[in-house]
T-cell receptor, first 107, second 111 residues
Framework: KNEVEQSPQNLTAQEGEFITINCSYSVGISALHWLQQHPGGGIVSLFMLSSGKKKHGRLIATINIQEKHSSLHITASHPRDSAVYICAVVSGSRLTFGEGTQLTVNP | DAMVIQNPRYQVTQFGKPVTLSCSQTLNHNVMYWYQQKSSQAPKLLFHYYDKDFNNEADTPDNFQSRRPNTSFCFLDIRSPGLGDAAMYLC??????????FGPGTRLTVL
């Protein structure tokens, strides 16, 4: 079992839909990152969380430390949101990645 | 303002011909990482540095080596690239508050 599990693996939505991607982890962490990677591109950190909730534009990230669970929400999704979204946890000096969620938003 | 810079962005090498990928950072972060990412897979940690302390992952092939001459620069040397080493190579840094910054990656093609 992976230390970081994401669901769903693939997600297709229509423009404007509300999207949720989930992440569960099984190790003790000091922080959790939500990362975005466009096809053939580098990785961008969207959020770093250690508790609670953060919002940036149409993106919202939440974390429940007791339940070892985090969610990334995208409101009013747009085709430019199409990318791979990766949950990654900081444990000691390591960053452990989930397998990623491929999001496709159709116009 | 680029904070983690990788050069080159695309590198083509021949089977067995040594290649060096470079990474520089303007963030003055102590921790630097090299990851290998193959298509549709999560990044795989190859090495990381805490300052000059070098940490090699147990399953990183001997073919791969790394140098960090100073805080700003880090190099990945692939001594004898094989076809299986074709991948995206990502450099990343970590700051004191666990903030992570990734470079744009170098895509390596082995002919």
């Amino acid at each position: 079992k992976n230390e970081v599990e994401q669901s769903p693996q693939n997600l297709t939505a229509q423009e404007g839909e509300f999207i949720t991607i989930n992440c569960s982890y099984s190790v003790g962490i000091s922080a959790l990152h939500w990362l975005q990677q466009h096809p053939g591109g580098g990785i961008v950190s969207l959020f770093m969380l250690s508790s609670g909730k953060k919002k940036h534009g149409r993106l919202i990230a939440t974390i429940n430390i007791q339940e070892k669970h985090s969610s990334l929400h995208i409101t009013a999704s747009h085709p430019r949101d199409s990318a791979v979204y990766i949950c990654a946890v900081v444990s000691g000096s390591r960053l452990t990645f989930g397998e990623g969620t491929q999001l496709t938003v159709n116009p | 303002d680029a904070m983690v810079i990788q050069n080159p962005r695309y590198q083509v090498t021949q089977f067995g011909k040594p290649v060096t990928l470079s990474c520089s950072q303007t963030l003055n972060h102590n921790v630097m990482y090299w990851y290998q990412q193959k298509s549709s897979q999560a990044p795989k940690l190859l090495f990381h540095y805490y300052d000059k302390d070098f940490n090699n992952e147990a399953d990183t092939p001997d073919n791969f080596q790394s140098r960090r001459p100073n805080t700003s620069f880090c190099f990945l040397d692939i001594r004898s690239p094989g076809l299986g080493d074709a991948a995206m190579y990502l450099c990343a840094t970590r700051g004191s508050y666990n903030e992570q910054f990734f470079g744009p990656g170098t895509r390596l093609t082995v002919l």
